[in-house]
């Protein structure tokens, strides 16, 4: 059984900064990837950045140069610095790992929402 459990998010005003965290705990082998997703009203869930066990990162080409993660593999733990948020960043934002013994699986945390308002 593993668990995910994300922190940091809320209401900022456009132009501000956010940092979320998901902690990974429970029964973990390896962690191979670590990212986060973001769900809008009425839209598809859609990647925002993720970040493999080596620190290679891949961005959404709309949070390039905005949005740095980064993960403290000791901590099993990833983070989503958030900077010069805008309205369109409004979502819910989840937090995905690979992780898994013999075979990687997928799991998610259960979503903290984010609100820009302008």
């Known amino acids: 059984q593993v668990q995910l459990v994300e922190s940091g998010g809320g209401l900022v005003q456009a132009g501000g900064s956010l940092r979320l965290s998901c902690e990974a705990s429970?029964?973990?082998?390896?962690?191979?990837?670590m990212g986060w997703y973001r769900q809008a009203p009425g839209k598809p869930r859609e990647l925002v950045a993720d970040?493999?066990?080596?620190?290679?990162?891949t961005y959404a080409d709309d949070v390039k140069g905005r949005f740095t993660i980064s993960r403290d593999n000791a901590k099993n733990t990833v983070y989503l610095q958030m900077n010069s948020l805008k309205p369109e960043d409004t979502a819910v934002y989840y937090c995905?790992?690979?992780?898994?013994?013999?075979?990687?699986?997928?799991?998610w945390g259960q979503g903290t929402q984010v609100t820009v308002s302008s």
């Open positions: 995905k790992i690979k992780s898994g013994r013999f075979f990687l699986y997928d799991y």
């Open positions: 429970g029964s973990i082998f390896s962690i191979d990837a």
């Open positions: 970040i493999n066990r080596g620190g290679k990162t």
